[in-house]
């Protein structure tokens, strides 16, 4: 079974960026649709982004044009590149993994395996 752990997450000033790791163990990884949702406290987790196998990628809205979801097959790993970071994107970040596309990405529950999360805190 793939098993995710996430790391890179820190504490960062308002415009700066970070990237998020997501590795997988398993070589059936690559196959496997991938998510980034965060959870910020008292907040319902939600989803940042998404890619698929086959590498087509979603964003929410609230992070369109800073964030860039990537991934390197032959290192069983997922990134997440956050760039001109804002306090409101303080949160736990968690990857997820399917292996097949979720019938609604948004829907935390339809993803199968969840990593650990990693801390990220904009601030000044």
């Known amino acids: 079974q793939v098993q995710l752990v996430e790391s890179g997450g820190g504490l960062v000033q308002p415009g700066g960026s970070l990237r998020l790791s997501c590795a997988a163990s398993g070589s059936i990884f690559s196959s496997n649709d991938v998510g980034w949702y965060r959870q910020a406290p008292g907040k319902q987790r939600a989803l940042v982004a998404s890619i698929t196998g086959g590498g087509t990628t979603n964003y929410a809205d609230s992070v369109k044009g800073r964030f860039t979801i990537s991934r390197d097959n032959a290192k069983n790993t997922v990134y997440l590149e956050a760039n001109t970071l804002k306090p409101e994107d303080s949160a736990v970040y968690y990857c997820?993994?399917?292996?097949?596309?979720?019938?609604?990405?948004?829907?935390?529950?339809?993803?199968?395996?969840w990593g650990q999360g990693t801390q990220v805190t904009v601030s000044s």
């Open positions: 997820a993994a399917s292996p097949s596309t979720p019938n609604n990405i948004y829907n935390s529950t339809q993803w199968y395996i």
